[in-house]
């Protein structure tokens, strides 16, 4: 998903505490930081300080090294090395980054296109702060430049390259889940029994909260003006939650809404969809899939979600609620007008 404020976080954690009357009391402490251009949130159970403290330290540093790797914005990623030699050759590249691109790769195979990390030269013909449309012909151009299926990797070798001069690949899409899914495998790792992370609207979590409960996270109204105002709230046990809106960020010409979630096929905006929802195991792919379903509009994407047995909640561009088999008595509606 894009990079958007923490305002606009289009799902926000509603975390609870509790006291135990015996024992060591186990509290739920939590920490912010700036990392990867927008706000990471760290939420942990657990008995002390220091602890706590420790443990959400270390999920931040494991995230800012994926920053360093996965950055499409700085000269010395691994990011950066594979587009400056994009239709030259080869790159050898760390670990993370060869997960991260095959997981790229897997969901743009599952939406067939409709997630693309190629988009970016589309992209980049938009200009949302000027609230300009991008010239035709350039956009023709850069449409020209987008195709998953030119970026090869050789896992034997570790490396990755666009086949393709001017080709880029940038990880926008899919980082912010896979750095929650890194993270929470760092808590995990050091013995934290319960956790959430939040990078920006990608969220983790696993675990109970000292009071016994799962972690809960809501669904914003995505037409809304209050960031805080939910259309229904989902319980998380050991998954995670991504949401890509219209209302991220987008400028209204001519009465018409143009927004940041681009077809990868046509370089304009998706307009079958106002909010769609994924949850599932892996914030990798529920953030890459949250983009790539959206693109593909209500229909295809249901049936692309109930083919994976992945739950799903697609708000169409009219304000029909589609859901997914599988959500039981974890989803809570609190809006009657978006409830299906």
Known sequence: MPLISAALIAALVLISGCTSKQGPQKE?????????YTTVAVTVSAEFHEEADD???????????????LSFWTDDSDIAA??????KEAVMVFEPTMEVISKALEISKMTDGAFDATVGPVIRQWDFKEEKLPEPGAL????????????????VNSTAYLSRPEMSFDTGGIAKGFAADRAIAKLKALGIEAALVSVSGDIKAYGT????????????????EDPNEFIASVDLNDEAI???????????????RYHHILDPKTGYPAYGSMSVSVIAGSATLTDGLSTGIFVLGPQKGLAVLEAGGIKGVIISS???TFVTKGFGDSIRWKNPTYKP
């Open 242 to 256: 991504s949401t890509s809106g219209d209302y991220e960020r987008f400028f209204i010409k001519d009465g018409k």
């Open 28 to 36: 739920l402490f939590r920490k912010s930081a700036n990392i990867m």
């Open 318 to 320: 009219e304000g029909r």
């Open 55 to 69: 443990a959400i330290e270390a999920a931040f540093d494991e995230i800012r090294e994926l920053e360093r790797l």
């Open 209 to 224: 909260k000292p009071d016994g409960t799962v972690w809960r996270v809501g669904i914003r109204d995505p037409r809304s």
């Open 82 to 87: 594979i587009n400056k030699n994009a239709g």
């Open 140 to 155: 023709k151009e850069a449409l020209e430049k987008v195709d998953y299926r030119e970026i090869i990797l050789d896992v």
